[in-house]
């Protein structure tokens, strides 16, 4: 932990601090049907052209049923049509690689994947997508799933600051407007500033280039038809090939890093996403993709406390989301700054960290500093590889899905993700006064608890449900012939971290990965793929339900007794009660994995 990972957790935090409010007011314009934007002279024409063709009456506002149904029949659009894309990418244009259709089990685990604003990928980019599945199958959902959420947020933040109103806002405007005038803009000259620093953006036919250093490597015999020789016990025949020359990936690749990480997408161009030099390939270019992935959901909490007309509440909000992510920082940069002490008999230097994984242009600090952006906020980016984290410095990537979106979190999602917890700390000081909670005026009653107590047990279900379905199904175990294709690539703790982690990963609509499981097979692919889905969306409709609710309430005057929602106190409480429910929910299956592979680590056995 040295002086200049200190400078730059500085000066990240402090350029963080200083958009939020200027983001926080344009949100504020941005979300309000009738606002005005510097922008009106130029999308406003189009917004009206889109509501015109598509027959959307602007001014006609949704209750939270109809809110929610059109969100989910957009999402079911969008999923069946990137589906049927990726099934179909071996007949459609820009392809110059000639890659085939995904399976049935892969296209459907990447159609919820990116229509969830996940981005989990079972897949290498580079050797499985074409330039069209690129662009229009997942670089089209990086938008509007992002819109999605945010969308979602604003209806919840409507909720609170209206009183005896029965609707919450209008889908099809909130979806229109956050693309046009949010999104596509940043994003536009988001991408050029990325060409600048070196990421690519074309159409050409990926380049072949000899390697200064040929080496030979064992790889699996395989038939005229392209399928493994086994030998006569079942096992697959190895044979030496000659490596002389190396594929360069090529493509639209600006374009899509813009919008993965403005919109806490996190799905890479290429396999090795943010590590790779063409997707990340400068320290500014590091900076400004760690800062986009925080951008618009910490300018939310600006946006909540502008329209409830509480300023104070949203900093306070914003400070509860800034003292995890901060505390998670600070022990994952720890853990790998000790690094691991069984590398000292292999003569590295402990001064050194552990470096396994990590891309020496970024090193220990922005490696840890990424990783916890990138799991604060439901992006699942990665520039170093989460599996080679010591346990206890993986531990933090792992609980901050855990936690359910709730420091900072995806765009949109953070803040309806930590609303959720917001309700509980009103329920337990309201409890503490012995009144009925209040929250900015409005009463907080049994229905809302029913809905925040649903949208966190969901999650915590998924996540150890699937995991434990994963640990005793055979689907995970190697065949007969002791391959394994579908499962753990690595035993003990450390096998079972790599799969609560997938399943956090896909219900907490993160998208990175302990990368030792091969998720590619049909039964890790659907399971994963459903959790993503229930993950969203079983999630979202207690949120709307809410949203709804708390519209039709009447504001209540404030008294002696209401407990203030703003200041040091409610974020302690705030911090508080995300910890404890944390805790309670998953840290016994975090002993089995993370810290009992740290203490087993100091033991000196390894996995």
Known sequence: MNTSGWIQLILFAGVLLAITKPLGLYLCRVLDADGKTFLDPIIKPLER?????????????????????????????????????????????????????????????????FTTNTDWQ??????????????????????????????????????????????????????????????????????????????????????????????????????????????????????????????????????????????????????????????????????LQMLSILAIPSALTYYLGRTVRNQKHGWAV??????????????????????????????????????????????????????????DASCGAVNAAHDSFTPLGGLIPLLNIQLGEAIFGGVGAGLYGMFVYVIIAVFVAGLMVGRTPEYLGKKIEPYEMKMASFAILIIAFLILGFTAWGCVSPMGLPDATGKLTDGTNN?????????????????????????GLSANAPWYDTTLAFGMLFGRFAMIIPIIALAGSLARKKFVAESAATFSVSGPLFSSLLVGTVLLIGALTFVPALVLGPIVEHFLMNAGKLF
């Open 318 to 375: 914003w400070a509860a989301m800034f003292v995890l992510f901060l505390g998670g920082l600070l022990i994952c940069w720890h853990y790998e700054a000790v690094g691991n002490p069984n590398f000292a008999a292999l003569g590295v230097d402990p001064a050194d960290g552990n470096m396994e994984g990590k891309e020496v242009r970024f090193g220990i600090f922005n490696s840890a500093l990424f990783a916890t952006v990138t799991t």
């Open 49 to 113: 052209f889109t509501y015109r063709i598509f027959g959307v009456d602007s001014k006609q506002e949704h209750d939270w049923k109809r809110y929610a149904v059109a969100m989910l029949l957009f999402s079911l659009v969008s999923m069946l049509f990137t589906y049927v894309l990726l099934r179909l990418q071996a007949v459609l244009p820009l392809n110059p690689q000639k890659f085939g259709a995904l399976s049935e089990h892969l296209a459907f685990n990447t159609a919820a994947s």
């Open 122 to 287: 079972s897949y290498g980019g580079e050797s499985t997508m074409s330039y069209f599945s690129q662009m229009v199958a997942l670089t089209l959902h990086n938008f509007v799933s992002a819109a999605v959420g945010i969308a979602i947020a604003a209806a919840l933040v409507r909720g609170i600051a209206r009183h005896t109103a029965k609707t919450i806002g209008n889908f099809w405007v909130d979806l229109t407007r956050i693309t046009y005038y949010l999104l596509l803009p940043i994003c536009v000259a988001y991408a050029l500033v990325l060409v600048s620093q070196g990421v690519i953006q074309n159409f050409k036919t990926y380049d072949s280039v000899s390697l200064v250093e040929p080496f030979t490597a064992q790889v699996a015999k395989v038939d005229a038809q392209g399928q493994p020789v086994n030998d006569a016990q079942g096992k697959p025949v190895m044979i030496d090939q000659k490596v002389d020359t190396q594929s360069i990936v090529n493509g639209p690749m600006a374009s899509q890093i813009a919008i993965k990480m403005l919109g806490t997408n996190g799905g890479g161009y290429t396999n090795a996403n943010a590590a790779h030099p063409f997707e990340n390939p400068t320290p500014f270019a590091n900076f």
């Open 491 to 515: 035993s003990g703790p450390h096998g079972f971290s790599e799969m609560l982690y997938a399943y956090s990963s896909a219900a907490g609509n993160n998208g990175s990965a302990f990368s």
